[in-house]
């Protein structure tokens, strides 16, 4: 298991006060010295522009800092996802999150899709044949489901359900029902948590959600998966969260 940083995803940049730089500093120090980090490039236009308008693209760009840190951010996507199709689990440990930026329009907190900018990418450059997206954050992932709308090489799936048995049973389902597929990808959200928003899960329910992942990729596609942060606002617990998660993800090889 790779983590995927750069340190410039602490930046201050315009947003709201609830995705603060705090985020990933929590969740940095609780991983450090557990896996190995390594360094993205930022996105390219062109990456950017195989999922987004040149419009919403300009937006962005008008306020350079915010523009820099999306462009690492969507990188830090890249990053993981090439990773993965090489057969090395990968977490994505960037800011901002991006599930909720559509084609044209962002919101959320959201500014480029990172998860549809990298898993489209491996699809054009014929790195994957057929990705399955789980999305288990608190808020339907509506911009990744927007742009793969209609596809038959990505299948998005958002674990959508309020009672905790249930939420569990919706990932185990995504990953029985949406076979095949040679690659998976996990937009990870940790605002389900029993004191963050969501108030559904307990903190071990995150490793359980990556063992079961863990074991189903072993069975199909051996280390070809990756996670990027979405949302998750409960600093005191956020970084044991994503440990939890990693730690299933990682148990049955990577």
């Known amino acids: 298991m790779k983590v995927v940083y750069h340190p410039l995803y602490a930046t201050d940049y315009p947003t709201a006060s609830v995705e603060s730089p705090e985020r990933v500093e929590v969740i940095r120090r609780e991983l450090e010295g557990r896996f190995p980090f390594l360094e993205p490039e930022p996105a390219r236009e062109e990456d950017v522009l195989l999922v987004h308008t040149r419009r919403l693209l300009e937006e962005v760009k008008a306020t350079a800092d915010l523009y820099q840190v999306a462009l690492l951010a969507a ?20 800011r901002p999150p991006g599930h909720h930026a559509s084609p044209d329009h962002h919101w959320g907190f959201c500014f480029f899709n990172n998860m549809a900018i990298a898993v489209e990418r491996l699809i054009r450059r ?5 990705v399955l997206v789980i999305d288990i954050d608190l808020h339907y992932g509506d911009g990744t489901a927007n742009f793969f709308s209609g596809r038959e090489d990505v299948v998005v799936v958002n674990v959508q359900e309020e009672d905790r048995g249930r939420f569990l049973e919706g990932v185990e389902e995504a990953l029985e029902g949406s076979f095949p597929y040679d690659l998976v990808a996990l937009s990870a959200g940790f605002d389900r948590y029993r004191l963050d928003w969501g108030g559904t899960l307990e903190g071990e329910d995150f490793r359980a959600i990556g063992e079961m992942v863990s074991r189903r990729v072993r069975e199909v596609c051996p280390g070809r998966v990756f996670a990027l942060l979405e949302g998750g606002y409960y600093l005191p617990d956020l970084g044991q969260n994503v440990l939890r998660f990693l730690e299933g993800l990682s148990s049955y090889g990577g």
């Open 75 to 94: 990188g830090g996507a890249i990053k993981a996802a090439e990773l993965a199709a090489g057969g090395e689990m990968a977490f994505g440990l960037i």
């Open 126 to 130: 014929g790195k994957a044949e057929r």
